[in-house]
């Protein structure tokens, strides 16, 4: 009697794990009760697909899912096999779309404070020193005050220090990262007047590609990385900034062990195309002035965009100018994408397959940065960094990472549930 009991509780469990490792069963269990779709998706019929693609359904055929979609109700049945019919609710969000760029753009930028970016001895008697470094300054400081005047530029400094001819010291206040810090720096009278021994700078300039744009609102994104200090290596701190017109004049190819770069002159005065507001990992990201913009060589319209989850292994394209102003299109490989959930500017490893883009640049060259990625007709990404060992091939972000940078709302919470 016991050995039956036995037995029928080994089959039971045999029956069990068997049922639950059938692809159609797993496929069941894991329908959800709510799928999240953009409002185009939904008009275009695209519920099955939105399911299939949650479920990660890997054979078709096998699992023999049927769908029938009901708009009016916002739901959609689904079947599975044999199993019994299942109703999912959909929630539709309002779509996201924005126009891709690909301009050649320049960038300048004016830094919260000036900063400091080396230093220099003077002699004081038997040794030689620097006032600013003996007082605890260090590279990548930015002075934001001195004796109780806001310091926005180099003239600004200039004029206190002339301003304590006098005097013997100098009150300084400096901002390291989010921390602000006073000191009094023993200023050196030499004969052309007084000096406080360090290299400063508040403002930096570079050339990038603009990567997207809202018509709505005019906040766009560009570049795909952060700026900063050619001497520090140091986020720039932005006060403020613009980005203007820029015209391609040469191409240095890039070739394994030595990135390329684009030459480019960048444009002055009337010519400035938006202000900047913001210098993260991502990029840089402001309000554009949409009556200056360019006419759209490809694209006029916005493009919905695709999130991380929805990129796939394969052809893409990137919009970029290697010549002049012209916006054009080269195709390109996605060679991996990491659906991240949570923000981090290597999403996707690409790699150059145009044959064109190849003979001019050699691949991914600087100035390259910020070329949007389009996928089946959307906004997927944007090129950040060149592989030094492979020219042809680089790093790029997820487009909804700069998206967020820039303040265009995302749904994170609602696609995340």
Same mark, same amino acid.
């Given at each position: 009697?016991?050995?039956?009991?036995?037995?029928?509780?080994?089959?039971?469990?045999?029956?069990?794990?068997?049922?639950?490792?059938?692809?159609?069963?797993?496929?069941?269990?894991? #329908?959800?009760?709510?799928?999240?779709?953009?409002?185009?998706?939904?008009?275009?019929?695209?519920?099955?697909?939105?399911?299939?693609?949650?479920?990660?359904?890997?054979?078709?055929?096998?699992?023999?899912?049927?769908?029938?979609?009901?708009?009016?109700?916002?739901?959609?049945?689904?079947?599975?096999?044999?199993?019994?019919?299942?109703?999912?609710?959909?929630?539709?969000?309002?779509?996201?779309?924005?126009?891709?760029?690909?301009?050649?753009?320049?960038?300048?930028?004016?830094?919260?404070?000036?900063?400091?970016?080396?230093?220099?001895?003077?002699?004081?008697?038997?040794?030689?020193?620097?006032?600013?470094?003996?007082?605890?300054?260090?590279?990548?400081?930015?002075?934001?005050?001195?004796?109780?005047?806001?310091?926005?530029?180099?003239?600004?400094?200039?004029?206190? #220090?002339?301003?304590?001819?006098?005097?013997?010291?100098?009150?300084?206040?400096?901002?390291?990262?989010?921390?602000?810090?006073?000191?009094?720096?023993?200023?050196?009278?030499?004969?052309?007047?007084?000096?406080?021994?360090?290299?400063?700078?508040?403002?930096?300039?570079?050339?990038?590609?603009?990567?997207?744009?809202?018509?709505?609102?005019?906040?766009?994104?560009?570049?795909?990385?952060?700026?900063?200090?050619?001497?520090?290596?140091?986020? #720039? #701190?932005?006060?403020?900034?613009?980005?203007?017109?820029?015209?391609?004049?040469?191409?240095?190819?890039?070739?394994?062990?030595?990135?390329?770069?684009?030459?480019?002159?960048?444009?002055?005065?009337?010519?400035?195309?938006?202000?900047?507001?913001?210098?993260?990992?991502?990029?840089?990201?402001?309000?554009?002035?949409?009556?200056?913009?360019?006419?759209?060589?490809?694209?006029?319209?916005?493009?919905?965009?695709?999130?991380?989850?929805?990129?796939?292994?394969?052809?893409?394209?990137?919009?970029?100018?290697?010549?002049?102003?012209?916006?054009?299109?080269?195709?390109?490989?996605?060679?991996?994408?990491?659906?991240?959930?949570?923000?981090?500017?290597?999403?996707?490893?690409?790699?150059?397959?145009?044959?064109?883009?190849?003979?001019?640049?050699?691949?991914?060259?600087?100035?390259?940065?910020?070329?949007?990625?389009?996928?089946?007709?959307?906004?997927?990404?944007?090129?950040?960094?060149?592989?030094?060992?492979?020219?042809?091939?680089?790093?790029?972000?997820?487009?909804?990472?700069?998206?967020?940078?820039?303040?265009?709302?995302?749904?994170?919470?609602?696609?995340?549930?």
């Amino acid at each position: 009697m016991d050995w039956g009991r036995k037995l029928v509780g080994i089959i039971s469990i045999a029956l069990f794990t068997l049922a639950i490792m059938n692809p159609a069963v797993q496929t069941f269990l894991n #329908i959800p009760n709510e799928i999240v779709m953009f409002e185009s998706d939904w008009e275009d019929n695209q519920a099955s697909q939105a399911m299939k693609d949650r479920l990660d359904i890997k054979d078709q055929n096998q699992t023999k899912v049927k769908m029938t979609e009901n708009q009016k109700q916002s739901n959609t049945t689904v079947k599975v096999a044999s199993m019994p019919a299942k109703q999912t609710n959909i929630k539709t969000l309002p779509d996201i779309k924005v126009v891709p760029g690909g301009d050649s753009i320049g960038v300048k930028l004016q830094s919260d404070g000036v900063m400091v970016v080396g230093f220099h001895d003077v002699k004081a008697g038997d040794k030689r020193a620097s006032p600013a470094r003996e007082a605890g300054m260090k590279v990548g400081d930015r002075i934001v005050e001195m004796n109780g005047n806001k310091v926005t530029q180099l003239e600004d400094v200039v004029k206190e #220090i002339k301003a304590a001819e006098d005097a013997d010291k100098l009150s300084v206040k400096v901002k390291r990262g989010q921390e602000e810090k006073s000191m009094d720096i023993n200023l050196h009278q030499s004969t052309d007047g007084n000096v406080m021994g360090a290299y400063i700078r508040n403002a930096a300039s570079g050339v990038g590609t603009l990567t997207f744009y809202e018509p709505a609102s005019g906040k766009f994104g560009a570049l795909g990385h952060v700026i900063t200090d050619s001497d520090t290596k140091k986020p #720039i #701190i932005v006060d403020n900034g613009t980005i203007v017109r820029s015209s391609v004049t040469a191409i240095e190819r890039g070739a394994n062990g030595r990135p390329g770069e684009k030459q480019a002159v960048l444009s002055t005065g009337s010519d400035v195309l938006g202000n900047v507001t913001k210098n993260s990992s991502f990029g840089v990201f402001g309000m554009l002035d949409q009556n200056k913009v360019l006419k759209r060589s490809f694209y006029e319209e916005p493009l919905p965009v695709a999130f991380a989850n929805e990129v796939k292994k394969g052809p893409a394209q990137i919009l970029t100018v290697v010549e002049g102003e012209k916006v054009e299109k080269f195709d390109i490989e996605i060679v991996q994408s990491i659906p991240q959930m949570h923000a981090a500017s290597k999403g996707m490893v690409i790699k150059v397959t145009d044959e064109k883009l190849l003979e001019k640049t050699g691949g991914i060259i600087q100035g390259m940065s910020g070329s949007p990625i389009i996928q089946d007709g959307k906004l997927i990404g944007a090129v950040t960094h060149v592989f030094v060992n492979d020219a042809t091939s680089g790093y790029a972000s997820h487009i909804e990472w700069m998206l967020e940078e820039a303040g265009i709302e995302t749904y994170a919470d609602e696609r995340a549930s």
